[in-house]
């Protein structure tokens, strides 16, 4: 199934926007369909929208010259974010198959799909596009899973999840769309203690001083607003998630990156991530974090 397939739609309730920020968010991903976006969730069925991590497998790749080879381009971009995605998944800690995660943004919903096939529990997805949530429900729906794996709208900041529900909870990327102090006091408000919460994000990086223009690009292309890394370990301490791991993950994610600017999925702000990694000003962290 592709995603021109994926016509079909489930019944959504669509709450009004908590501010016009979040409506111009929502328009903004409901009108999203790009092929760097589509294309690689074409490959296997799970549509990520997010980045890649890992070397490039030359080998796989071939000859560039052969007629395949943009085929094998985009499957080999896929790999990437998927791993990316069994990376997060890696430092959940333990789940059980009774187990409830949030996945707080989840877009098209790929990385709940990849959770409830790893761990066999119940996944709650919230994001604020009605289209996204609709896709996601469909996915889930043909994967027979749509019983153990949800998508809802609603605001990551609100969620409808009981408190002390979860026992993990993450943001892939999606964090750069809301306030830091609100957003951890909501995931500590819905894990359970010892609960694990997990983000991977694009940060920019205090010992540059302020955000470089190439931070400033990458904010108006997807209309966010990139936090500092000190401001997410900040925010945790003070909502009770004790950080266990903050890793870097710069080195690993610029493969991707400077594979995709070679690509004919380019969108234009290839060389504003290609830049800022390698001048220092922008980082690439996954952040671990229990709930105290």
């Known amino acids: 199934m ?7 739609s489930t019944a959504t309730f669509i709450p009004g926007p908590a501010s016009p920020y979040q409506g ?14 589509l294309r690689l969730g074409d490959v296997d069925g799970l549509y990520h929208h997010h980045y890649g991590i890992g070397a490039i497998d030359h080998a796989a790749l071939g000859d560039t010259n052969d007629a395949g080879y943009e085929s094998r381009l985009v499957s080999e971009l896929h790999r990437l974010e998927s791993a990316q995605a069994e990376v997060l998944l890696d430092h959940l800690g333990p789940i059980g198959r009774d187990d409830t995660l949030l996945d707080a943004g989840c877009g098209r919903g790929g990385s709940m ?13 919230v ?6 949530a609709e896709f996601a429900n469909r996915r889930a729906l043909e994967l027979g899973i749509e019983d ?9 900041l609100d969620t409808p999840l009981d408190s002390g529900q979860a026992a993990a909870s ?26 694990r919460y997990v983000t991977i994000t694009g940060c920019w990086n205090p010992r540059y001083g302020q955000p470089s223009k190439w931070v400033s690009q990458i904010n108006a292309h997807f209309e966010c607003n990139i936090h500092s890394r000190r401001e997410y370990l900040r925010a945790m ?23 995709r600017a070679t ?15 390698k001048d220092g000003s922008f980082q690439y962290l996954l952040i671990a974090a229990d709930r105290v």
Request: overall charge negative.
């Open 113 to 125: 799909v990849m959770a409830h096939q790893r761990f066999g529990c119940n996944v709650e997805g």
């Open 263 to 277: 690509s004919s999925l380019v969108t234009g702000i290839e060389t504003a991530f290609i830049n800022s990694y």
């Open 148 to 156: 153990r794996v949800r998508a809802r709208v609603c605001n990551m």
């Open 127 to 132: 994001t604020l596009s009605a289209k996204q």
């Open 24 to 37: 111009d968010i929502a328009r903004y991903w409901d009108g999203e369909a790009r092929p760097v976006n």
């Open 237 to 259: 301490a003070n909502n009770r998630l004790v950080p266990q791991a903050v890793i870097d993950l710069t080195p690993e994610t610029l493969p991707y990156w400077e594979l």
């Open 2 to 8: 592709t995603s021109t397939e994926l016509t079909a």
């Open 170 to 195: 993450w943001n892939n990327e999606s964090s750069m769309y809301v306030d830091l102090e609100d957003l951890f006091a909501e995931h500590s408000r819905v894990l359970s203690v010892g609960g």
